[in-house]
């Protein structure tokens, strides 16, 4: 089933309408604000932003594996389920809800979409809100992981010096000239710096603000975007951020316009907490 990526707040209210299948949403914001009011019907799981891995071994991928299925077991989804997330709003989650799209897809969900606008565009679009939990049995969630989807550290390593691959970092400016080593703070991580050969977009190129409400930009806006550093439809591209939610985000964006791209969700935190593994470290004035 080909499963659109993005969903609008009307289009959700009219799949919620039909009853011919069951549909899932996820709210994946702080559990504080979703006490205070959420979608009806949606159940919060902040653990699909939270969730912090730095081991893209088999080991460390079958620990996020057995994590997130455990989770989505006692709250009753099995992944066959027409599933939507959202947060609150694109500019002010790092890309969560995209993150945990990515992640539903990568355990084996084929049905997910992300509200595009978030909370806000629900708010916006004056939808109805409600405090309410909802209560559901709970089930076997079934792995289906898809492993063409994550990009390894020895992945990424062979990839360092292959042109066909565009290595692509989209973390914020900070970051990149190699300032900060993480949004969570400047020494978080050992190192600061940027993968070889990588090349920058920030990742808030592909939304537009001016209505107030984040939202991905039209097709021929993000290929533009993209073909200023040489991103073409033709290309392959491995993306990296911190842990592989703003990844998330341009993945969504790339995915938009046909352009093939796979997630490094180590990212740089794994990245650069091991020191066998080459950094560009000179600090870039822009």
């Known amino acids: 089933m080909n499963t659109k990526l993005l969903i609008t707040p009307q289009e959700l209210t009219s799949l919620l309408a039909l009853k011919s299948f069951k549909t899932v949403i996820i709210d994946t914001r702080a559990p504080e604000d979703y006490a205070v009011a959420h979608i009806p019907e949606s159940v919060n799981i902040r653990d699909f932003f939270t969730y912090l891995s730095a081991d893209s071994s088999p080991t460390g991928l079958k620990n996020l594996q057995e994590y997130f299925a455990k989770i989505m077991s006692n709250l009753g989804i099995s992944g066959g389920e027409r599933i939507i997330v959202y947060e609150d709003a694109f500019n002010r989650g790092y890309g969560q809800s995209c993150r945990a799209a990515f992640l539903l897809k990568y355990l084996g969900c084929p ?25 559901g049995d709970s089930s076997i969630f079934r792995l289906r992981p898809q492993a063409e989807m994550i990009v390894t550290t020895s ?101 938009e316009v046909g352009i093939a791209a796979r997630n490094y969700f180590g990212s740089w935190n794994e990245w650069s907490r091991d020191f066998s593994l080459p950094i560009d470290s000179k600090v870039i004035d822009l």
């Open 111 to 135: 049905q997910v979409s992300v509200l595009h606008g978030g909370y806000q565009a629900w708010l916006a679009a004056g939808l109805p809100t409600t405090d309410e939990v909802p209560q």
């Open 155 to 255: 992945e990424m390593l062979e990839a360092l010096d292959n042109p066909a691959i565009i290595k692509l970092d989209v973390r914020d400016r900070p970051e990149w000239q190699g300032l900060s080593s993480s949004p969570y703070g400047a020494d978080f991580c050992p190192r600061k710096g940027r993968i070889p050969n990588a090349i920058w977009l920030e990742w808030h190129l592909f939304m537009n603000s001016e209505t107030g409400i984040p939202m991905f930009r039209s097709t021929a806006e993000i290929l533009d975007i993209c073909q200023s550093v040489g991103i073409t439809s033709e290309s392959t591209v491995y993306v990296y951020c911190f842990k592989g939610s703003r990844a998330a985000n341009t993945i969504m964006a790339l995915h």
